[in-house]
DNA sequence: GTATAGCCAATGTCCGGACGTATTTCTCGG
DNA sequence: CCGAGAAATACGTCCGGACATTGGCTATAC
């Protein structure tokens, strides 16, 4: 029965593909019922089953008891996967730094700083300021404002106790555990408000990293915005095709 | 039968995970097999393989005919990934747009240019350069500098017909395939030398994204070196926990 | 008009069986 | 003792069957 160089169920889910791919099977639409399946290509349902669970694997396709196979996607999903490391690494959060708080109060968020909250206007923040530095140089890494929410404000007392990221804290404070982050990274002068606690000029260019950190609570806890002064800091990552 | 809050090759995977983390079945050694575990728990073979496809699917177990199933690791790997998405989304690689090459020469790498493209002092790369923009919009997004090995000097003739990536390109001539991407993400000024091209002062923050493609011949055939002055791009990724 | 219950369709779980392919071990012959 | 072939072991593919759970639609009752 299996003289051929693949599995029957491999050559069906590759048939499927092509269809999802060229069109004929729309994203969004209903597959064929795996009965339709199984008669069109006169197999099991087992081996139907077998090729449509592969192209679930490849996040092409998902499935509902009761209702069907529905058409996800047309490609299959990151087949280059970031390397396999911890949040941190992925973070790509400065190791091994600590934050020396300068600053610390409320605040409202402003039209500008919802846009980089990710929240609304009028939300109520705890923002923590200060520089992050790597123990034994002398200049300071980046600038950094964490904003959390006022139910979390008592990680202020603890930041820089331990050289742990903010999110750290929060965890073990409140037990409220990451789910996601996004982040974004782009070029800005220094500003001048921070430039001479960061020992540059300001407007020097620099990398601005902000986080955003949403919990298992569904909502965003934590917004961290930092300022890197060119030469101090390279976000960098590795993706591997498996 | 199922009136378990899971199926029973859920708590089947489950009750085999914690003998592999607790060490009872250590890293490197022999599962039972299919038939040793079907009669230890009372289950169909289907039932054991699906458990243990399970465990495989996260990374735990690998398995061979004839063989066995092997242990190989206690922990299940990146809980972190990135996001579900193309090579293309992953790197950010700015959409629909257009290269257009202003310049294309044989270069010798010189300590510095060592550095950027990780390879050896002395090395040849054919160095592609123009500006990249988006459809419509007046000002590039960015000046971008690409590195390609002399063997595919031929890129540079395609370059621009389609909004496509470079390493697209190189895929679709010479059917090398990438691998592997470095990615390296900084500040720095607009150097002088692009400056007007991409319609900014000199010494403009920019974010400058550099990309080291490697392929399946273990080697790095293509570089590329973007440079965003402010306001043009921002880099966005988005980590997920399962 | 709305809510609820029932029915049907579609996927999910689990059983049993048979044969194929890969790997190792054992046996027999030179 | 060594090599080749056969047998045993273990996972991979594929078939068939039955029952459970889920989701949507339709009909009926209030």
Redesign the interface.
């Known amino acids: 029965m299996t003289q051929r160089s693949q599995p029957l169920y491999q050559e069906i889910a590759d048939e499927l593909l092509d269809e999802i791919r060229s069109g004929k099977l729309p994203v969004g639409t209903m597959m064929p019922t795996e009965m339709e399946l199984c008669e069109r290509f006169g197999v099991s349902r087992h081996t139907i089953r077998e090729a449509i669970r592969q192209l679930g ?1 490849l ?1 092409l396709l998902t499935r509902q008891a009761g209702l069907g196979t529905i058409v996800k996607a047309t ?1 299959a ?11 941190d690494a ?2 790509r959060y400065p190791p091994e730094t600590a934050l020396e708080v300068r600053s610390s109060e409320p605040v409202t968020a402003t039209l500008e700083l919802a846009k980089t909250l990710g929240s609304k206007v009028g939300t109520e923040w705890i923002k923590i300021s200060g520089v992050r530095s790597v123990q034994g140089q002398d200049k300071p890494i980046c600038w950094t404002d964490v904003y959390v929410i006022p139910e979390y404000a008592r990680v202020a007392e603890e930041i820089g106790k331990e050289p742990v990221p903010v999110y750290r804290v929060v965890e073990s404070l409140f037990g409220e ?13 220094v500003p001048e408000s921070m430039a001479e606690a960061v020992q540059v000029a300001a ?5 601005v990293v902000v986080r955003r950190y949403t919990g298992h609570k569904k909502r965003v806890f934590e917004v961290s915005v930092s300022v ?4 101090r ?9 498996d």
Do not use: I, M
């Open positions: 694997e996040g490609e999903r990151g087949t280059y996967p970031q390397s396999n490391e911890s949040l992925l973070l555990q990451v789910t996601e982050v996004k982040l974004d990274l782009f070029a800005d002068g407007g020097t260019p620099a990398l890197h002064p060119q030469d800091f390279t976000y960098s990552a590795e993706l591997r095709r």
